[in-house]
């Protein structure tokens, strides 16, 4: 079975998107930085404006829920008066992940600083397109869902990789715009060819053309590393449950720091973690970090299941123990995981079926189980 388009665009604050329970509206905090101020901002906006909930975007941004149309004119200028929206549709659209723990004034830092003040000069791009800009001692975002990586070169100097090249192209800082511009050029360039298609990632590009540089074995300097719940060295790594925040959450993690990073994976870095009740996952031992769910009922208009009701209701009966990898899904589009999981389980009609070892659009092993049983079954087959 093959994967059911999904529906829908990235939303921006200037260009939100419809969804089960209203406008998502998608806030690109710059630099990945929100101080207690925008948190509280971002916090009584969702309650005044949305439904109080906010996604955790897995490209570290967050969307306001539930926002009718009638509010949204108010909600954007509120957000613009802020400065938490983009100084105009480019800069809204922009794509751009810093990587975590990148220093004010550092490398990445100063890259990211010249692609947010260049923003209106690039060429346009389609809405999915994404710069990564992962400069320090160690990488962090090789996995993002990024076209462009912006990266220290093991010689000095920039390099410029395409999503799914090894090799990339050295530049400096002077030049790191007009390098730019030059790839960006070449891969809008192929997409000129088939006007009517929609726009091809770059990774998926690279599989049928060369990057528009030569092989010169100009590799990133720094080794990968993978991003963990828990502490790091100082600060705590934290992770919203299934992705998900609420104003109050908000609130306290603003009471308690003065700044928070977005960052990928949907997870946060803060100085202080919230107080004993708050509901956000800080430790790695949490089985919420096994599941992914997409938003589902009533977020979602193809849902008609309650995914993360279900998922916190596997949780907290320990139905669900957290030794294999579940994807709760609304529909069988499988928004959440696109890869296989150990169980699958998938809303239909209001009730589920489980799809073993593979993805939410397969074919399921069970159907048709009642709400009633789905904690039972899943027992089963989790242990
Ligand atoms: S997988 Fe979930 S979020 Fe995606 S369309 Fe289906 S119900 Fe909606």
Not at 186 to 205: F, H, I, S
Not at 287 to 294: H, W
Not at 341 to 366: H, L, N, T, Y
Request: proline content about 7%; overall charge negative; aromatic content about 4%.
């Amino acid at each position: 079975m093959t994967r059911p388009a999904a529906k829908g665009w990235c939303p921006t604050t200037r260009r939100p998107m419809m969804s089960g329970d209203g406008l998502l509206v998608r806030v690109k905090p710059a630099y990945g930085r929100l101080d207690a101020q925008a948190l509280t901002c971002l916090a009584d906006l969702s309650d005044q404006f949305g439904n109080g909930v906010l996604d955790l975007t897995s490209r570290a941004n967050l969307q306001i829920r539930g926002v009718s149309e009638q509010a949204y004119p108010a909600l954007l200028s509120s957000l613009q008066t802020a400065g938490l929206a983009g100084a105009n549709l480019k800069a809204d659209q922009l794509n751009l992940t810093l990587a975590p723990f990148t220093g004010k004034n550092s490398l990445g830092w100063r890259c990211a600083d010249y692609l947010y003040a260049a923003a209106d000069d690039l060429p346009e791009l389609p809405a999915k397109f994404g710069f990564s800009v992962d400069c320090g001692e160690k990488r962090y975002l090789t996995n993002a869902s990024a076209d462009l990586f912006i990266e220290a070169a093991s010689g000095g100097g920039v390099l410029l990789r395409c999503a799914g090249s090894t090799d990339g192209l050295v530049t400096d800082e002077d030049n790191l715009l007009t390098s730019v511009r030059t790839i960006l050029d070449w891969y809008l360039g192929l997409q000129a060819g088939a006007p009517d298609t929609p726009p091809v990632r770059m990774r998926k590009l690279l599989e049928a053309h060369d990057p528009p540089y030569r092989a010169t074995g100009h590799l990133p300097h720094a080794p990968e590393h993978q991003l963990a719940v828990g502490p790091a060295a100082g600060p705590h790594i934290i992770a919203a449950p299934y992705g998900q925040l609420t104003a109050g959450d908000l609130r306290q993690l603003a009471a308690a720091n003065s700044s928070v990073q977005i960052t990928t994976g949907r997870m946060m870095i803060v100085e202080t973690l919230p107080g004993p009740d708050s509901h956000l996952i800080t430790t790695s031992e949490d089985k919420r970090l096994s599941v992914a769910v997409c938003p589902g009922a009533p977020h979602c208009p193809s849902a008609s299941v309650r995914t993360r009701d279900l998922a916190d209701s596997l949780v907290r009966t320990g139905a669900w123990s957290g030794g294999k990898t579940l994807h709760i899904s609304g529909c069988a589009k499988g928004c959440a995981a696109p890869e296989a999981r150990d169980i699958c389980i998938v809303g239909r009609d209001g009730r589920f079926d489980i799809v073993e070892k593979g993805c939410a659009w397969q074919a399921p092993s069970s159907t048709g189980i009642l709400t009633t049983d789905i904690l039972e079954r899943v027992s089963e087959l989790g242990s």
